[in-house]
C-alpha cells in the first residue's frame, strides 16, 4: 500500500491577517443585514425570543444574517490567504468563525449583540429593564435566547466553511477530493 508523500499536507498555515478581515467583514455584513431588518421592522427589539411571536420576515433576516455575514467572512479570508484547495480555505472560514464568537460575547455584554441579528440575544442576559417575568417565563425566556443563539452560530458555522469553500474555486462535490489528483498529474 502506497502511502502518500505530498508535503502540501504536512502542515496548514494560516493566514492570521486574513482571518482577522474575514472575522471583521462576517461582523459588518452581519450587523449591516441586522440593521435593515431593524429598519424594516422584521428584527424587532425584543428581549428574548418568543418563539410564538416569531415573525417569517424576522426568521429570514436573522437567519440570513448569521449564514450570508460568516459566507462573507469565510470567502474574504480563504481569498486574502490565497488558498486553493478547498480544506485549507474551509480552514481559514472556520477560523473566522472561532475568532468571532468572542467579540460577540464583548457586544453580547455591552448590550449591542441584538443590533447583529435578534438570534443573537442569547449572548447576553435578558436586560434588567425588560417586561418583568416571572421565574417559569424568566426560564423560558433564558432557554429560547440560548437555543437561537446557538442556532445562529451553527448556522454562521456552515456558512463560513462554504464561503472558505466558494473562495478556493474547486467545484463543491463531496467526491471531487478523490480525483482532484489525477486531473492536474494528467
Not at 443590533?115 to 425566556?141: E, I, K, N, Q, R
Request: net charge neutral; charged share 10%; proline share 3%.
Amino acid at each position: 500500500m502506497l502511502q502518500r508523500q505530498d508535503p502540501e499536507w504536512m502542515i496548514w498555515p494560516v493566514s492570521w491577517s486574513a482571518v482577522w478581515v474575514g472575522a471583521l467583514t462576517a461582523l459588518a455584513v452581519g450587523l449591516l443585514i441586522g440593521l435593515v431588518g431593524l429598519a424594516l421592522g422584521a428584527n424587532e427589539s425584543a428581549q428574548y425570543v418568543d418563539w410564538k411571536k416569531l415573525h417569517l420576515i424576522g426568521l429570514i433576516f436573522s437567519v440570513g444574517g448569521a449564514f450570508f455575514g460568516y459566507v462573507a467572512g469565510g470567502w474574504v479570508a480563504a481569498r486574502i490567504a490565497g488558498r486553493v484547495r478547498s480544506e485549507p480555505a474551509m480552514l481559514h472560514g472556520a477560523i473566522v468563525w472561532l475568532l468571532t464568537i468572542p467579540i460577540l460575547l464583548v457586544l453580547g455584554a455591552m448590550g449591542a449583540a441584538g443590533h447583529v441579528g435578534g438570534w443573537y440575544g442569547g449572548l447576553s442576559s435578558v436586560s434588567a429593564g425588560a417586561t418583568p417575568l416571572s421565574d417559569a417565563d424568566m426560564a423560558t425566556a433564558v432557554r429560547n435566547n440560548a437555543l437561537a443563539t446557538a442556532l445562529a452560530l451553527l448556522i454562521g458555522l456552515i456558512g463560513a466553511v462554504l464561503g472558505g469553500w466558494m473562495a478556493s474555486g474547486e467545484p463543491m462535490t463531496f467526491t471531487h477530493y478523490r480525483t482532484r489528483d489525477r486531473v492536474t498529474a494528467a
